[in-house]
């Protein structure tokens, strides 16, 4: 499991971190079970004064940090729009490495069998909870 910092989440304010730790929240695997359900993102909300919608993006990134292998192209992947476990579950695994081949040359990228490991793993991994109010963010690359 990643142990990160809180600082290691993008976007994340110093403020927020030292909200969340005055709470006992340390480490991003420690936020992402506290944020994994819609009711614990607002209870949080309402404790540490951080919005809900801000605490679901941090357990999102909190969720892509726990698999192995990805860290190193997390921030190429969020820009390919993956940016949530549904989303690399639903990615093909051919058509992600090729986007990624491109975005970071051939010879930085994963191979083939890495991005099916990291998609195998998302597909295995708990899911957070999304509001149904939450609109449908694209894909890329999906799976056909």
């Known amino acids: 499991m990643a142990m990160k ?3 290691y989440l993008r976007g994340i304010s110093a403020d927020d971190c030292r909200r969340l730790r005055a709470m006992g929240i340390r480490h991003t695997n420690q936020l992402l079970h506290l ?5 614990d993102r607002r209870r949080l909300s309402a404790k540490a004064g951080i919005s809900a919608d801000r605490l679901l993006e941090f357990g999102h990134q909190c969720a892509l940090l726990e698999i192995s292998g990805l860290e190193h192209h ?9 940016v949530a476990l549904q989303d690399l579950r639903r990615a093909d695994a051919g058509r992600l490495r090729e986007a990624l081949m491109e975005a970071v040359g051939p010879d930085a990228a994963p191979t083939v069998a890495m991005v099916q490991y990291w998609i195998s793993q998302a597909r295995m991994c708990d899911c957070i909870e999304i509001p149904i109010t939450s609109a449908a963010r694209p ?3 999906a799976a056909r």
Request: no cysteine; aromatic share 0%.
């Open 5 to 7: 910092t809180l600082e």
């Open 139 to 141: 894909s890329l690359p």
């Open 35 to 39: 944020v994994t359900l819609e009711i």
């Open 74 to 82: 997390l921030a190429v992947t969020r820009r390919l729009g993956i």
